[in-house]
């Protein structure tokens, strides 16, 4: 069975930081392309940052420059590093690891971990 588990979240007041881990089990790690996503309240949820299996990475124009993703295939784990918060980034940030084989899309999500950015 496939599980993301998510850590990392938290209240932290605008300017600070914070890093999200997301470590999956039931798949194999380095093969798959890992995104953090989040969803505000009231608000879909959107793509963040992705970082494909060869560690290309790719990032929404409103936290470039802020945030990095990055992977450990040896600890079969994506961090998300988040620095100058600001309160819009308040949401539900969710990990997803995705992977193609032939013309099947294999896409799993994490719980969610929360992160509020207030003072």
């Known amino acids: 069975q496939v599980q993301l588990v998510e850590s990392g979240g938290g209240l932290v007041q605008p300017g600070g930081s914070l890093r999200l881990s997301c470590t999956p089990s039931g798949i194999l790690f380095s093969l798959y392309d890992m995104g953090w996503y989040r969803q505000p309240p009231g608000k879909q949820r959107d793509p963040v940052a992705l970082?494909?299996?060869?560690?290309?990475?790719n990032y929404t124009d409103s936290v470039k420059g802020r945030f990095t993703i990055s992977r450990d295939n040896a600890k079969n784990t994506v961090y998300l590093q988040m620095n100058s918060l600001k309160p819009e980034d308040t949401a539900v940030y969710y990990c997803?690891?995705?992977?193609?084989?032939?013309?099947?899309?294999?896409?799993?999500w994490g719980q969610g971990t929360q992160v509020t950015v207030s003072s």
């Open positions: 970082i494909s299996r060869y560690g290309d990475t």
């Open positions: 997803k690891a995705e992977r193609l084989i032939i013309t099947t899309q294999y896409t799993y």
